[in-house]
């Protein structure tokens, strides 16, 4: 399986980004997919979960400021994230779960301006 990620970049505090994730490769149907994230110094940590029947989770931080969505024709989700705050700022990984595993993406980045 292969995660391919995009929509990272540089943006201002309130700003917002939307973060996709294709899943290819697979001869299953995806299952859970999403997001986590990992700041310098700081542990990987959920930001955002979807299943493929649309429940979603999210990471206590969130407080409403992200939304994940999924396609899952297209197998890609989607991190709409708004109300970017400096704190928001890390490597962001997509992660997709097909039968028994994991796959995680390459990560992009997201920088938060103060």
């Known amino acids: 399986v292969q995660l391919q990620a995009s929509g990272g970049g540089l943006v201002q505090t309130g700003g917002s980004l939307v973060l996709s994730c294709a899943a290819s490769?697979?001869?299953?149907?995806?299952?859970?997919m999403g997001w986590y994230r990992q700041a310098p110094g700081k542990q990987r940590e959920l930001v955002a979960t979807?299943?493929?029947?649309?429940?979603?989770d999210y990471g206590g931080f969130v407080k409403g400021r992200f939304t994940i969505s999924r396609d899952n024709a297209a197998n890609t989700a989607y991190l709409q994230m708004d109300s970017l705050k400096p704190e928001d700022a890390a490597v962001y990984y997509c992660?997709?779960?097909?039968?028994?595993?994991?796959?995680w993406g390459q990560g992009t980045l997201v920088t938060v301006s103060s």
């Open positions: 979807i299943t493929g029947g649309g429940r979603t």
């Open positions: 992660y997709v779960f097909v039968l028994t595993r994991g796959y």
């Open positions: 490769g697979s001869n299953f149907g995806i299952g859970v």
